[in-house]
């Protein structure tokens, strides 16, 4: 079956980092883009960054640049979200989703092929 798994959530101090995981299985890992998603309480679902292929990042919000970055290991089919100078507005649930179209339409929309469950990041002022 088609699995999405995030880990690597946790509770830091502004200023701080975190790494997200996303592990995939069920696809062919290069057919799809897979991003990262977040959404906070009371607020829309905000696109973050996304990858096409396992190699091509398509998408980086203005809101992480610099910031956050995108990555993948193939064989372990596995897409990454580094996340460093971590700030408070970064609090939310994280998310990674894939789509077989790629990431323009799935950072546009909002709507993907598969989505994961999420991870909570809390980020202390």
């Known amino acids: 079956e088609v699995q999405l798994v995030e880990s690597g959530g946790g509770l830091v101090q502004a200023g701080g980092s975190l790494r997200l995981s996303c592990a995939a299985s069920?696809?062919?890992?290069?057919?799809?883009?897979i991003g990262w998603f977040r959404q906070a309480p009371g607020k829309e679902r905000e696109g973050i960054t996304c990858?096409?292929?396992?190699?091509?990042?398509?998408f980086d919000a203005d809101s992480v640049k610099g910031r956050f970055t995108i990555s993948s290991d193939k064989a372990k089919r596995t897409v990454y979200l580094q996340m460093n100078s971590l700030k408070p507005e970064d609090t939310a649930v994280y998310y990674c989703?894939?789509?077989?179209?790629?990431?323009?339409?799935?950072?546009?929309?909002?709507?993907?092929?598969?989505w994961g469950q999420g991870t909570q990041v809390t980020v202390s002022s």
């Open positions: 990858i096409y292929k396992g190699d091509e990042t398509t």
């Open positions: 989703a894939a789509d077989f179209i790629g990431c323009a339409k799935m950072t546009a929309t909002l709507v993907s092929d598969y």
């Open positions: 069920g696809f062919t890992f290069d057919d799809y883009g």
